[in-house]
């Protein structure tokens, strides 16, 4: 073969190539807004017969009557999803740290395959320790102690759960996280005085704070989506919880538990296809809010 065919022969594998790479590129760039069309296109009906302060802002919720107020299942989702957060957070910020920078090397070896294992245990399983651990331990001593009955069956115990089952999703990636960070950055702040907790304090954690918030959007997304372990424990209440001890009624349970089931009523296609579209705009309004702060942290700091 001559090498004006060889050096054609490449331009074409190069342009092949490119344009393969062009087209999974574009397939990943529309599936999220495809998503987002096709959910309003199905749940628009519901829109034109209730208003959208009352479909969005309502409590009523009676699809027999027609009238579908989603505002307890958007409370119940917010507050089991956020006292989620608020319990595995600080846990996978400080257990990263100190696999990373205090423990010793094979600690870290050991911890990879039980992390990995907790984050491959399908959820029901989750759900069903939940029913025989979490629940019992609410309603018996938890709520008791400060003062509340419960059947267990609560915020409380749905966001315990939630949590466990978040923590080693977010604690792998703020493993790796912690490990960019450079050793020069550590070795600079010991070699000045400060202590290790204090390098840790001011040097780590500064430099990997973008890579946390992300972490932390990451473990929210993944949180809010959850559905079998959590409507397991949660009560499926219709109602606005006042505290973590009320029984709740998120989004996904929703529709996990009504979805094929209910679709000879009129509209309740259209109410479930809009559970899944508030789902959908809070992950994706919450991840804006990430990026925007990471950004305004790489600003500040550059």
Not at 16 to 36: D, G, Q, S, T
Not at 208 to 237: D, H, K
Request: charged letters at 10%; glycine letters at 6%; one cysteine or more.
């Amino acid at each position: 073969m001559k090498l004006s065919d060889l050096k054609i022969s490449r331009q074409l594998r190069s342009k092949l190539h490119n344009k393969w790479m062009y087209l999974c590129f574009a397939v990943i760039l529309i599936l999220a807004p495809a998503l987002l069309f096709g959910l309003y296109i199905k749940s628009a009906p519901l829109f034109e017969q209730n208003g959208f302060s009352e479909v969005i802002f309502s409590n009523e919720w009676k699809p027999l009557s027609g009238k579908f107020g989603f505002l307890s299942f958007i409370l119940s989702s917010l507050w089991v999803t956020i006292l989620a957060l608020i319990l595995s957070v600080p846990v996978c910020i400080l257990t990263s740290i100190y696999l990373i920078y205090y423990a010793k090397g094979f600690v870290l070896k050991i911890m990879h395959p039980i992390i990995d294992i907790l984050a491959g245990i399908p959820s029901v399983i989750y759900g069903v320790w939940g029913i025989l651990m979490i629940v019992p331990m609410v309603s018996k001593d938890i709520a008791p102690f400060f003062g509340y009955e419960t059947t267990g069956f609560s915020i409380l115990s749905g966001a315990i759960v939630l949590a466990v089952m978040i923590i080693p999703f977010m604690l792998n990636i703020l493993i790796e996280i912690l490990r960019t960070v450079p050793e020069g950055l550590i070795e600079s702040s010991l070699s000045l005085g400060a202590s290790k907790w204090q390098t840790i304090k001011f040097v780590v954690v500064k430099k990997a704070l973008p890579g946390i918030v992300s972490s932390i959007g990451l473990g929210l997304s993944r949180a809010f989506g959850e559905t079998i372990a959590v409507l397991m424990v949660v009560g499926n209440v219709v109602q606005n919880p006042t505290n973590v001890f009320d029984a709740g009624y998120p989004l996904p349970a929703l529709i996990a538990n009504n979805y094929g089931e209910m679709m000879s009523i009129p509209m309740y296609d259209s109410a479930l296809m809009l559970a899944a579209l508030i789902l959908f705009v809070i992950v994706l309004i919450f991840n804006i809010l990430s990026r925007i702060l990471i950004r305004r942290y790489e600003i500040k700091v550059a």
